[in-house]
Every structure is written in structure tokens, then in C-alpha cells.
């Protein structure tokens, strides 16, 4: 079965920093790939996701990631993250009908 | 539009007793379904999911069982809970090809 890591478990940052979380599957073949959100309280809601096609992938709220086949990885990444952005994020891969999701990175906005 | 209900909101159960939650999909049909449970750190684990009525894979070995009676009904059950069943049990539906949606969650304490 595959898994999903995401490398950071909590990130601090100052408001208009740069962004970028890590997330690597361990999968061989045809996966689909998300990025969930949650933010404080609240439910997971889907910041982008990736099936075919351009492997930069634009999402809500300014956040993209790219995904690098022959890396195995699927980073989340923003120029200029907002005291808003404060949440968990998770990384989610999808092979079949079974759907894994990464341990999450708390990420903390200072204002 | 689909929705996905689930019950209850919270609940608070001794240990050895008996544990039943319940999570519904209206709107759509044939979905997949998943049982997770959140714990602070360790993300989003998969318990079992569902691709057809009385289809169940589960993922983790423990004493939690599921069922899906009907298309768009998925119960998570155990016969007697343990202190270590604590936690925030999310269910989710998705088609093929598509993300996952979730429900509000159960929040368990076993005591």
C-alpha cells in the first residue's frame, strides 16, 4: 500500500513569507494528489489537487504545488503566506479507490 | 448538492461497552467510503473504506469493524471500545477520479 510523508510537522512564519511544504509518496504508479486544508475548528477542505496533465498546479487562496514524477513528491508552495493561512495542512494521495493521507504540518503565522 | 451527515457530534463511552457511529451520503450514488481517524500529529489514518454495499477493506488491524448495509450508509462499529479508541473519527465519500468530501466528525472519549 502506498504512504505519504510530509517532512515538516510544524512550520513558524512571519506574514509575506515564502512557503513551501514538503510531501513524498511511496507509490509506483498512476497516483492522483491533493493538498487539504484545516483551518482552526473546522472542516478539511481541498486546496488543489493534481490528476494529469501540467504538473504545476494552481489552487485557492494563492497556494500551488508541483508535482516532480521522478521524485515522487508533490510540494505545496506560496510566495506570501497571510496570518490567515494559519492551519494544518495534509497531503493525500489516491491510488485506486484507497486514499492516504500524510501526518499533517501545523503551520503558524506570525502577524 | 451532496451532503454527508454524521452521528453523533460527541460522545462519551466506558470502557467494554459497545461503540456505533453512523455516516450517510445523500445526493449521490455508488460512492466510496472511508472511515478515519484524526489524531493530533500523526494526521489522518485510514480505518476502512467501502467501493460497494457490503464491500469493506480495512486497513488497520485493531478492534473496530465496519459495515455498509446500504449505498450510502457506513457504520463503524466495536464490540467492546478500548481507552486507546479515543479520538476524532472523520467518514468521507468520493467518486472515481474525484476528492474526497468530508463529514463533521465524531468526536470519541473513551473513559
Known amino acids: 500500500a502506498q504512504s505519504v510523508s510530509q517532512h515538516n510537522h510544524h512550520v513558524i512564519l512571519s506574514e509575506a513569507a515564502s512557503l513551501e511544504l514538503g510531501c513524498n509518496y511511496s507509490?509506483?504508479?498512476?497516483?492522483?494528489l491533493f493538498w487539504y486544508v484545516q483551518y482552526p475548528g473546522q472542516h478539511l477542505q481541498l486546496l488543489l489537487k493534481y490528476f494529469s496533465g501540467d504538473p504545476l498546479v494552481k489552487g485557492i487562496k494563492g497556494f500551488e504545488a508541483e508535482f516532480i514524477k521522478s521524485k515522487f513528491s508533490f510540494n505545496l508552495r506560496k510566495p506570501s503566506v497571510q496570518w490567515s493561512d494559519t492551519a494544518e495542512y495534509f497531503c493525500a494521495v489516491n491510488a485506486g479507490s484507497d486514499m492516504r493521507f500524510g501526518a499533517g504540518t501545523r503551520l503558524t503565522v506570525k502577524p | 448538492s451532496q451532503t454527508i451527515h454524521q452521528w453523533p457530534a460527541t460522545l462519551v463511552q466506558p470502557v467494554g461497552s459497545p461503540l456505533s457511529l453512523e455516516c450517510t451520503v445523500e445526493?449521490?450514488?455508488?460512492?466510496?467510503l472511508y472511515w478515519y481517524r484524526q489524531a493530533a500529529g500523526r494526521g489522518l489514518q485510514l480505518l476502512f473504506y467501502?467501493?460497494?454495499?457490503?464491500?469493506i477493506s480495512s486497513e488497520v488491524p485493531q478492534n473496530l469493524s465496519a459495515s455498509r448495509p446500504q449505498d450510502r450508509q457506513f457504520i463503524l462499529s466495536s464490540k467492546k471500545l478500548l481507552l486507546s479508541d479515543s479520538g476524532f473519527y472523520l467518514c468521507?465519500?468520493?467518486?472515481?477520479?474525484?476528492?474526497?468530501?468530508f463529514g463533521p466528525g465524531t468526536r470519541l472519549t473513551v473513559t
Open positions: 467501502s467501493v460497494g454495499i457490503g464491500q
Open positions: 468521507a465519500w468520493r467518486r472515481e477520479q474525484d476528492e474526497q468530501y
Open positions: 507509490y509506483g504508479g498512476t497516483v492522483n
Open positions: 445526493g449521490t450514488s455508488n460512492p466510496n
